[in-house]
């Protein structure tokens, strides 16, 4: 740990003081005991490298419905949204792993960004922090996270759990890392949100930590009241916060706000989404922006599933010209079969492959070769 933290460690550590703190809390006596609290105001307009997180409260929550595939969020009030990360113990979500920092972010009426932070010096003074948090929660209209359905969240009511508190009420969810893996992850592969910081808002971290020191440092600082141990910590955990409110601003008006190659993504998601209309203008700028092949295999798609079949075979010759593809050839040979009443190019595809099982690669060629005879005789 000394060396995590560039200094020796303490000659002799000693417990923290609870009454005392050198990190940004104030010390707030409750009916559940004492609550370790930050609350700090940012200014309008305060910026993530390029968004502004203003710009969250007024996204269009149907485009993040589309782009989460959860129909559920296209009604919230994003200028109620509750944005939570939680820093913790370990991993996973078992009975003995705590969430000892929880960062809070919302926008108050009069357009500023509140972020709070809840810490737990002592491991069995959670019930404060958790009574907070239900307060929080149950004046939100959605829930911001970034992989907060996989772990924020179960470690969450679990601690409810295990504290025999009430549960928090339920809220609608958007998890920020389902979409950031939909529309970026063909350009940036794993999705970390420190990555999306740098690659998409154009915000680079100085002097961060790794994930991986987060419970060490805790560990440390409970053994030897080291304040000096959490001040990272902190720092990161209302870093994670504020970006993702700048995400969602982003998120919400992605056709202009995108990088050209992570439109590709875009056109996809929101063909999964059965947006069609969305999803070919997406296509369209990604045709026109991106200058990847890929592009024209999803405008091709998109425009299949609109029933234009002459914009989808154009695009699937297109793109086959281009790219060495057995799915796009199976494409084409569909196409040309049913559409353009050409077995013989039908055909032409089969001989190039079409990486279809056996059985029905046969069963595709007899038929063609069936179609392509009987137009040889009345051609004759």
Request: hydrophobic share 45%; proline share 5%; net charge negative.
């Amino acid at each position: 740990m000394a060396e995590i933290l560039g200094r020796p460690a303490p000659p002799e550590p000693e417990p923290a003081d609870p009454e005392r703190t050198l990190l940004p809390f104030v010390r707030r006596d409750t009916e559940r005991g004492p609550l370790y609290q930050r609350l700090e105001r940012l200014g309008r307009s305060y910026r993530v490298g390029r968004m502004s997180v203003d710009v969250s409260r007024d996204a269009k929550p149907e485009i993040l419905a589309l782009l989460a595939l959860d129909p559920g969020l296209a009604e919230v009030d994003l200028g109620r949204a509750l944005y939570l990360d939680t820093e913790t113990t370990g991993l996973g979500s078992g009975a003995g792993v705590l969430a000892f920092l929880i960062g809070l972010a919302w926008f108050e009426d009069d357009g500023e960004l509140v972020m709070e932070q809840l810490l737990l010096r002592r491991p069995g003074e959670e019930h404060a922090l958790l009574e907070l948090l239900r307060e929080r929660m149950a004046r939100a209209s959605v829930l911001v996270s970034y992989n907060g359905k996989a772990f924020d969240l179960p470690l969450l009511r679990g601690r409810f759990v295990m504290n025999r508190l009430a549960a928090p009420p339920e809220r609608p969810h958007l998890d920020l890392l389902h979409v950031a893996r939909r529309l970026h992850k063909r350009r940036l592969g794993a999705c970390r949100l420190i990555r999306l910081e740098a690659d998409v808002l154009g915000y680079v971290r100085v002097g961060d930590i790794e994930g991986g020191e987060v419970a060490a440092r805790y560990a440390h600082y409970l053994r030897s009241g080291d304040e000096e141990a959490l001040r990272a910590v902190v720092d990161h955990n209302a870093l994670d916060v504020v970006s993702m409110a700048a995400l969602v601003g982003l998120y919400g008006e992605p056709f202009a706000a995108l990088h050209d190659e992570d439109l590709i993504g875009l056109a996809e998601v929101l063909h999964r989404a059965k947006a069609l209309p969305e999803a070919e203008r997406a296509a369209e700028a990604a045709v026109e922006r991106a200058f990847d092949p890929e592009a024209l295999r999803v405008r091709a798609r998109i425009a299949k599933a609109r029933g234009d079949r002459a914009r989808a075979l154009a695009d699937f010759e297109s793109f086959t010209r281009e790219v060495d593809d057995a799915d796009a050839r199976l494409e084409l040979a569909k196409l040309y079969e049913h559409h353009v009443k050409s077995p013989e190019k039908a055909l032409e595809m089969l001989e190039r492959g079409t990486g279809e099982a056996p059985a029905d690669l046969e069963r595709r060629r007899a038929r063609l070769e069936r179609k392509a005879a009987r137009g040889a005789a009345r051609s004759r």
